[in-house]
């Protein structure tokens, strides 16, 4: 009966234009995620559970071109769909499930016309053959971002926006997917990614590295690195060490520092997230800061062991448990900040009273506290110092309000029931209230919402 009624509407709709009950219409996915600091991140309509990226990058001329194969599922009926990748990329082809598709560039917008409209819930693959020369964008606090040329390769680190300038995606943190990167460069050279190292073949003057990583990964958490490196593969202390060393950079050590600190942090947060970790270490005194990309975070110089603590603690907070908007980067930056000060005092550097009492000692008037660290006012300061400060600062104070037992059972939950997904300050608050039994929002209020010096 429902059928019968289905159909008679159909065939009465359809009377002008048969070919509509074939292809139902679908509608454009938005061209961002609705992010209010970069509205033009991410795109709707979409999800992206695979990126397979073959890369050749030739270091002397700064040509990249490039061969995106990604895995999607559509989340609406979708006529056309856009991905992120900036214009001074040339697209050379697009397909949607092997098909052609036509496209069209506008400033970072890459727009997508499938050949047909896909159903709601369709999984699809799309292939995006491109090449140009990348650069880097300059960010709203004008610092490097993207594809950053170095003398000898590329420092390739991405957050916020810098995904766009060397692959095609959906590059909002809400999109989370898998990721293969293959990458060919000049036989000197070296090409470090994500996850684990599966094969490097030489030929005819150029190296293939391929990189494989498993775990769902933000798009600015992704980086294909290049340069003179000194590459190191091992199992050290029930890890695998994959690091990527200058060598015009002393580095003593480098592969052995990492199992403490993560030994150190697993105890306190729970196992570690990943199936390899390490690091690369440049030369590239221009870039002004580290990036904890994933599972192998990647430093401008030699790292502190604050700076390692640092970008190994974001392996849990920002990497595994991810924000779902810029406005709660406090998530990410307020506790690797705080396990800055955990592991200071674990090395008997520092207590975490001394570094909350240190930061907590800059005057009221200072303009510091005029910042709340879960509104930070604009994307010109994500990285600015109260996100960190007093976003670990923060988490003092939950923890001389909670105690210890309840502070390390919040961030455990925190990591595990979030693992590999997307969370905000909201969930954060609520959580901390139902694991410590307390009404919090108080505490929370003058902490992380309003400008001025909490009391203590
Ligand atoms: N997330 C980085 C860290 O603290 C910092 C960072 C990334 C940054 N991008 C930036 C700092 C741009 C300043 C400007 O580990
Ligand atoms: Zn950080």
Same mark, same amino acid.
């Given at each position: 009966?429902k ?8 065939a $009465?709709?359809?009377?002008p234009l048969?070919?509509?009950?074939a292809?139902?219409?679908g509608?454009?996915g938005?061209?961002g ?16 559970a695979?990126y397979?990226l073959?890369? &050749?990058y &030739?270091?002397?001329?700064?040509r990249?071109?490039?061969?995106a194969?990604?895995?999607?599922? /559509? ?12 214009? =001074?990329l040339?697209?050379?082809s697009?397909t ?11 400033g970072s917008?890459?727009?997508?016309? @499938?050949?047909?409209?896909?159903? +709601?819930?369709?999984d699809?693959? *799309? ?10 964008v ?28 060397w ?8 999109d ?6 293959t990458? =060919? ?15 490097k ?13 498993r ?6 958490l ?6 003179r490196?000194?590459?190191t ?7 695998r060490?994959?690091?990527a ?8 050590g480098? @592969? ?10 697993t ?12 690091? *690369?270490? &440049?030369?590239a005194?221009?870039?002004?800061y580290a ?6 975070? *990647?430093?401008? +110089? ?5 700076l ?9 907070f920002g ?15 307020g $506790? ?11 090395l008997?550097?520092? =207590? ?6 240190e930061a907590? /000692?800059?005057?009221?008037e200072?303009?510091?506290?005029q910042?709340?660290p879960a509104?930070?006012?604009?994307p ?13 600062m923060?988490l ?10 309840a $502070?390390?059972?919040i961030?455990?939950a ?6 590999y997904?997307?969370?905000?300050t ?6 901390s ?8 929002? =108080?505490?929370?209020? /003058?902490?992380? $919402?309003?400008?001025?010096k909490?009391?203590?």
């Open positions: 009966m059928r019968l009624v289905a159909l008679t509407a159909a $009465f709709l359809s009377l048969a070919p509509a009950i292809t139902p219409a509608t454009p938005a061209p995620a609705g992010d209010p600091y970069f509205p033009g991140q991410g795109n709707g309509g979409y999800d992206a695979r397979d073959t890369l &050749d &030739d270091p002397s001329s700064g990249l071109s490039g061969l194969r990604i895995s999607a599922r /559509a989340t609406q009926a979708l006529s056309r769909f856009n991905l992120d990748l900036v214009d =001074t040339t697209v050379r697009v949607v499930d092997g098909r052609r598709a036509t496209h069209a560039q506008s917008e890459l727009v997508v016309t @499938p050949a047909r409209t896909l159903r +709601r819930g369709r699809f693959s *799309i292939t995006v053959r491109y090449d140009g020369l990348p650069a880097h300059i960010d709203p606090d004008g610092s490097m971002d993207g594809w950053i040329k170095t003398g000898d390769g590329v420092f390739n680190a991405n957050e916020p926006q810098g995904a766009m300038t692959y095609p995606g959906n590059h909002h943190m809400t989370k997917a898998a990721y293969r990167f990458v =060919t460069v000049p036989r000197d050279r070296v090409a470090v990614a994500n996850g684990d190292l599966v094969a073949v030489s030929k005819g003057g150029r190296t293939t590295y391929v990189w494989n990583s775990e769902p990964m933000a798009s600015y992704a980086t294909v690195s290049i340069g490196f000194d590459l593969d091992r199992r050290i202390g029930g890890y060490v994959t690091t060393v200058d060598p015009t950079v002393q580095a003593p480098f @592969p052995e520092r990492h199992p403490p600190v993560l030994d150190f942090f105890g306190l947060f729970g196992p570690y997230p990943f199936s390899s970790t390490g690091g *690369i270490v &440049d030369n005194p221009e870039v002004g990036l904890e990309t994933q599972t192998r975070p *990647i430093y401008p +110089r030699a790292p502190s062991e604050s390692l603590a640092h970008e190994l603690a974001h392996q849990w990497n595994s448990v991810t924000p779902t908007l810029w406005r709660d980067i406090w998530l990410n930056e $506790f690797a900040t705080y396990s800055e000060w955990l592991w200071a005092d674990k008997g550097t520092q =207590t975490v009273q001394a570094a909350f009492d907590y /000692a800059r005057p009221a200072d303009e510091f506290w910042s709340p509104d930070p006012g604009g010109e300061n994500l990285f600015h110092a109260p996100v960190y400060d007093r976003g670990a923060t003092h104070a939950l923890r001389l309000e909670v105690g210890d037992d $502070f390390f059972a961030l455990r925190w990591a595990g029931r979030h693992k997904g997307n969370a905000d909201a969930a954060f608050v609520a959580l209230e139902r694991v410590s039994g307390e009404q919090l929002d =108080t505490l929370f209020d /003058a902490w992380l $919402f309003k400008p001025g909490p009391a203590m």
